[in-house]
T-cell receptor
Framework: AQSVTQLGSHVSVSEGALVLLRCNYSSSVPPYLFWYVQYPNQGLQLLLKYTSAATLVKGINGFEAEFKKSETSFHLTKPSAHMSDAAEYFCAVSLTGGFKTIFGAGTRLFVKA | DAGITQSPRHKVTETGTPVTLRCHQTENHRYMYWYRQDPGHGLRLIHYSYGVKDTDKGEVSDGYSVSRSKTEDFLLTLESATSSQTSVYFC????????????????FGPGTRLTVL
């Protein structure tokens, strides 16, 4: 069975600093991986996804993530944080042929002025 | 934004009462999902649907039932609400030409905050 672990329930960065949100997965077969973002009082929206093409995936709002099979990781990064990036971020994994996407517990990002 | 609405957006009810949450989409997507979101747990799948009248259980389906009589509507029912079902409920939709939903982007509704007293 697949699972996903997000390291750190809360991450705080200064505006302009690097954003790094960590995600590790467990899967017996090659996974598909996603990052979603949730702004306050809204539903989730897709930031980016890895579907076995390029290992470095670029998403919206300047975010990117790199699939590293050897480390079973899919960390999300952004070079320079903006106040508008403050939100909760969810890593998720799914497997070929499955209807079920498994979400991590989420990481809340705080951005300090 | 994907055309997904959820109703009601907020509801307070008492233990033991039945509750029905509605998800309505205007995208004509085949797949629909109900999740619950709880602190420390992320989103957990309750039930999903892969077509009209075709539904299946997710990882936390106990105490919940669903129905889908039309492509656009997916109903979630709590037959007898309990305090452990206090949560935020999200509906999501996706479309897959191949029938393999594993690479689908899911589009989420705005959520329903349910409180069971």
């Amino acid at each position: 069975a697949q699972s996903v672990t997000q390291l750190g329930s809360h991450v705080s960065v200064s505006e302009g600093a690097l954003v790094l949100l960590r995600c590790n997965y467990s899967s017996s077969v090659p996974p598909y991986l996603f990052w979603y973002v949730q702004y306050p009082n809204q539903g989730l929206q897709l930031l980016l996804k890895y579907t076995s093409a390029a290992t470095l995936v670029k998403g919206i709002n300047g975010f990117e993530a790199e699939f590293k099979k050897s480390e079973t990781s899919f960390h999300l990064t952004k070079p320079s944080a903006h106040m508008s990036d403050a939100a909760e971020y969810f890593c998720a994994v799914s497997l070929t042929g499955g209807f079920k996407t498994i979400f991590g517990a989420g990481t809340r990002l705080f951005v300090k002025a | 934004d994907a055309g997904i609405t959820q109703s009601p957006r907020h509801k307070v009810t008492e233990t033991g009462t039945p509750v029905t949450l509605r998800c309505h989409q205007t995208e004509n997507h085949r797949y629909m999902y109900w999740y619950r979101q709880d602190p420390g747990h992320g989103l957990r799948l309750i039930h999903y649907s892969y077509g009209v009248k075709d539904t299946d259980k997710g990882e936390v389906s106990d105490g919940y039932s669903v129905s889908r009589s039309k492509t656009e509507d997916f109903l979630l029912t709590l037959e007898s609400a309990t305090s452990s079902q206090t949560s935020v409920y999200f509906c999501a939709i996706s479309e897959s030409a191949s029938g393999d939903t594993s690479t689908d982007t899911q589009y989420f509704g705005p959520g329903t905050r349910l409180t069971v007293l």
